[in-house]
């Protein structure tokens, strides 16, 4: 891909003078006086959201603080009707908080005027599920309309959207129509269409939602692109959990409008503390396997030999991984791997080792395993016997 000069330290259209472009790592600049924190700052300060409805006010958000760090990749998740998109709709006044206060860069944005509105929305890009493209335009005045709307020069218009579409790898597809092109496509011209503007903040809504999964592949790669490259700061709400483990920093667990908890990414879905974080990564588990389901007992069978079956498990802390040879030295007995695996995520090992020993040999005291510099995993336990010196039945 090219860089994309026209987004690196252009002059952010429409910005009132005196202010920094804000896009690019590269237009921060000493001359132009960063805001507090850096820009693409976001804070929620005790933001609640009530909806009138004729059932009865519903309480959408409820006493939500927390701070989205410049230039970080920030998911959202939580159960359907958790307050996902109303919490990231406030960061753009597409909702009004109830109560509370949204600050972006510093700035409370809830006492922004028309004018200053204007300004912060093109600020902050936002693409969707369904992509929302005018299915009358082309490629090219689909990404230029926000262009045109903030009044940017002819010239300046086609040098940009040119060096839009080579950045979202569209360029001949700049005649096309909406309808001729597939999701991904889409999906390209709606990334596109939202940094147009040079904005320091992009919010996705289920964005990879309506992709395949190889599709998703592709646009998260280049969400990750464009967040490295224009240091944009990108919130994300999706319910692929695969997604966040795939590319944010850190994530929210929003229940039922409120925090469930948050925090940096290896360690929310290494340890999830709340019920809710642990339904929604349930999918991503290593259930055991049918077959061993169907087989596996909670006592030892009362003759003959058995296995017993035992669940090791990392959460990513302490830089503690599997280690073969003194998981076999701690267990005393030779040890058969059956099941499940390890994901690294920012270089943390996490996930489900199902191993079986000979139930012929004593065990040793698990729990000690699990603990100090000796620790062969971060929790050990026994789930279970199959019948059987092996485990083909
Ligand atoms: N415009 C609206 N009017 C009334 N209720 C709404 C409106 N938007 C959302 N809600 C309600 O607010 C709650 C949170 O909705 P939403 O933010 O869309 O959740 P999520 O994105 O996590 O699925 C839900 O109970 C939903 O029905
Ligand atoms: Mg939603």
Known sequence: MNTPSALRGAPWPGAPAGTAAPAAAGARDAAAAPAPGGTGTVAFEGVGKVYPSSAGAVAALQDISLEIPAGSIFGIIGRSGAGKSSLLRTINRLEQPTSGRVLVDGADIGRFTEGELVALRRRIGMIFQHFNLLSAKTVHDNVALPLRVAGTPRAEIVRRVAELLALVGLQDKQHAYPARLSGGQK????????????????????ATSALDPETTQSILALLRDINRRLGI???????????????????LVLEQGRIAEQGEVWQVFGAPRHEATRALLAPLQHGLPDDLQERLAPEPPAAGPYRRVLRLSYTGADGLEPDFARIAQALQSPVRLLHGGV??????AQGRLLLSVPGSAALPDLATLA??????????EVIGHVAGADHSA
Do not use: Y
């Not at 510099?373 to 929790?379: F, G």
């Open 371 to 380: 603990q100090g510099p000796q620790a062969i995993a971060h929790s050990i």
């Open 343 to 348: 994901d690294r995520l920012r270089g943390h």
């Open 233 to 251: 700061t990108i919130i994300l709400i999706t319910h692929e959990m695969s997604v966040i483990r795939e590319i944010a920093d850190r994530v």
């Open 187 to 206: 999906q390209r011209v709606g990334i596109a269409r939202a940094l147009a503007t040079g904005p320091e903040i992009l919010l996705c809504d289920e």
